[in-house]
């Protein structure tokens, strides 16, 4: 995934989240994965999120998520 700015910066100091590994403790297959992808939609709707900018994110939630998945 391509960093930049504030996301750096933490990563600098902090090093690398390891969020896959992090779950792998919870059993996250295609429903949650897919329950997931609704949260991030409502949350984006609750803040009214301009149109061109949920395109853009839905992209890179779409690409954690599937990284996030451990189970069928
Ligand atoms: C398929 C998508 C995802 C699912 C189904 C999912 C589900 C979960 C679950 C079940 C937990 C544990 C909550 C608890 O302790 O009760 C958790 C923790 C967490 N998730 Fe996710 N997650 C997803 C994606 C993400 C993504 C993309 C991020 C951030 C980029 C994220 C950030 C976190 C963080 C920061 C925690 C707390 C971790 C910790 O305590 O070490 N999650 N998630």
């Known amino acids: 995934m391509r960093l930049d ?3 750096r910066d933490y990563e600098k100091k ?3 989240p390891r969020m896959r590994m992090r779950h792998l403790p919870f059993a996250i297959g295609a429903l949650e994965r897919q329950q997931w ?3 991030m939609e409502a949350a984006m709707e609750e803040c009214r999120v301009a ?3 949920r395109t853009n994110l839905r992209q890179g939630f779409v690409g954690l998520a599937e990284r996030i998945q451990n189970r069928p």
Do not use: V
């Open 5 to 7: 700015g504030r996301a």
């Open 14 to 16: 902090h090093g690398p």
């Open 37 to 39: 992808m609704a949260c």
């Open 51 to 53: 149109e061109d900018l």
